[in-house]
């Protein structure tokens, strides 16, 4: 039984999921939407929507615990600048998962994680231009 088991460990050490989950929520904020398998996505949701929250909060604390997990700079200045905005009135839930398949060398489920508000985010640019 797995009673009160509260993550997958997805094969790896500590270490290398650690850095496998800081690599996918970096590439999540820079590019909005990542494909990847579904139990990575559903560890990504978790690790997304924390971001998001610091995001949110917007606080110099906040930015400082986003840059500590976050790789790239910019994307956490877009997080603090562009996401976390059209997130303010949410309460939560601010990615969501699709399947999309399975991959053709092994035959792994694939999902697309993206963020809830980025249909919205697209049409706002859309009718500025």
């Known amino acids: 039984m797995r009673h009160r088991k509260t993550f997958r460990k997805l094969n790896r050490t500590s270490s290398h999921r650690r850095a496998m989950l800081r690599n996918l929520v970096t590439s999540l904020i ?38 500590a ?15 976390a905005p059209g997130f303010a009135s949410r309460a939560g839930g601010y990615t969501r998962v699709l399947k999309v398949g399975h991959r053709h060398g092994d035959n792994a489920p694939l999902a697309i994680i993206e963020f809830v508000e980025r ?7 859309a009718n500025a231009e």
């Open 30 to 67: 820079e590019h909005g939407r990542v494909t990847t398998t579904v139990a990575r996505t559903k560890e990504l949701r978790s690790v997304a929507d924390r971001m998001v929250t610091l995001g949110k909060r917007g606080d110099l604390a906040a930015r400082r615990r986003a840059l």
């Open 69 to 83: 997990y976050v790789r790239k700079r910019e994307c956490v200045h877009k997080l603090f600048a562009e996401i």
């Open 119 to 125: 249909q919205t985010v697209a049409l706002a640019e």
